[in-house]
């Protein structure tokens, strides 16, 4: 949860690139709670969409998805 609230933290000051490495340090861990799940596929693809790394964050945004909250 740690790298998640700081990923969420750096996107919060468009710190996007700072965002990205926590979000990736949060994917890294395999959280296994599917909204903690949902949100660091669909954060980390937000944020790689926002820097234009859009292929890289087309897997996470469909994984969020199919994922899906609430």
Not at 41 to 59: D, F, I, Q
């Amino acid at each position: 949860m740690y790298f998640l609230k700081m990923g969420s933290i750096m996107e919060g000051i468009d710190d996007y690139e700072a965002a990205i490495t926590f979000y990736k340090q949060a994917f890294s861990l395999e959280p296994l709670d599917s909204g903690v799940s949902y949100f660091i596929h669909n954060n980390l693809g937000y944020c790689l969409n926002r820097v234009k790394r859009h292929s890289e964050a087309e897997p996470y945004c469909l994984a969020a998805i199919k994922i899906g909250y609430g």
